[in-house]
């Protein structure tokens, strides 16, 4: 259980960072946050943030779409996140949540000439889909909030709904997760994870107007596979029957990390366990956000001194 958070404006003791039943994000969904690991490193007996920075950078984004004035820039937001993990003590893994949200305490649904605050937690956390490694997954019977209805490029507390439908709705189909079609039926990605295909040996995803979360665990895959593997991304739209019939597929997000996707509609997807792309990706993407890998030692922020 985490101790402090950082609420309006200072680090108070957990407890303390309470809101009122009449708070406007929680009746009406007004908020931005953001999902953050933090990665434990034995050998050099210290805690790394993976990325920090682009994280705050997406939340000022999310922020300026939801009229959200964040008293903090991204660079003051990562030195906070710092010192809330300093104060924890953490020795282990975990997640950090912060939150930017509509907080007055009245009736009426607008984003303008309300009061905006800030706040932060951070708690252990370990894998996001449990069980055995390898997700069975359903194509949702929900379709992605679209772009011109709740846009998903923004991480919307209110739009989280739409990721909780369809989250559900594989448990209940007793599969682990969701594939998430937009409006016009193409693939967009899992309930809250960006989503590639192999085929061919060569890794495709979703573009950004396929109303996905612009995943920084995405530009992170795409980045090192290229350079590490010389493996490219073709971004273009994926269409359902295609699914069926890659070679592999695997999630990804901060959250999931890397998870190799085995099932989906109850077809078999390669030969029904992780593939050796998804597998080489898992293996340095591990590495790298422990710090263990130099050239990509900058994306690790070390909590620490
Ligand atoms: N899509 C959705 C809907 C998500 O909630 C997440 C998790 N933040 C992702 C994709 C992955 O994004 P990231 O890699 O930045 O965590």
Redesign the pocket.
């Known amino acids: 259980m985490p101790k402090y958070a950082f609420f309006k404006g200072s680090f108070v003791p957990i407890e303390n960072a309470k809101v009122s039943i009449m708070t406007h994000a929680f009746n009406y969904g007004t908020g931005c946050f ?3 690991r933090a990665y434990w490193n034995a050998d050099e007996n210290q805690l790394f943030v993976f ?1 920090l920075l ?2 705050f950078q ?1 939340l000022h984004r999310s922020c300026k779409i939801l009229h959200i004035r964040l008293p903090y820039s991204p660079e003051e937001l990562s030195d906070l996140l710092v010192e809330l993990l300093r104060r924890e003590g953490y020795r282990e893994d975990c997640y950090i949540r912060p939150i930017a949200y509509k907080a007055d305490e009245i009736i009426g649904v607008r984003l303008h000439n309300l009061t905006d605050e800030f706040a932060m937690f951070a708690t252990p956390f370990g894998r996001y889909i449990e069980g055995e490694l390898g997700a069975r997954v359903i194509i949702s019977p929900w379709r992605r909030v679209d772009d011109n209805a709740i846009p ?1 490029r923004a ?1 919307i507390t209110g ?2 709904i739409n ?1 909780a439908l369809s989250k559900t709705a594989a448990a209940m189909a007793g599969c682990d997760e969701a594939i998430v079609l937009t409006h016009d039926g193409h693939v967009s ?6 989503l590639f295909l192999v085929r061919n040996g060569k890794l495709i995803t979703p573009p950004v107007t396929d109303d ?9 895959v795409m980045e090192i596979a290229l350079a590490e593997f010389g493996l490219e991304t073709e971004v273009r739209h994926v269409d359902r029957s295609e699914l069926y019939t890659v070679d592999e597929a695997f999630f ?5 990390q890397i998870e190799p996707i085995v099932e989906i509609d109850h077809r078999i997807i390669g030969d029904g366990a992780m593939g050796p792309i998804t597998q080489k990706v898992y293996d340095l993407y591990f590495d790298i956000v422990r710090g263990k890998v130099a050239k990509y030692r900058h994306w690790c922020t070390p909590v620490y001194r």
């Not at 990605?189 to 960006?194: C, K, T, V």
């Not at 990804?252 to 999931?256: A, L, M, S, Y």
């Open positions: 953001e999902g953050i990325r682009e994280h997406r998903a991480k739009s989280y990721s990605e899992g309930s809250a994870e960006n996905i979360l612009e995943g920084i665990t995405r530009e992170t990804c997000g901060t959250g999931v």
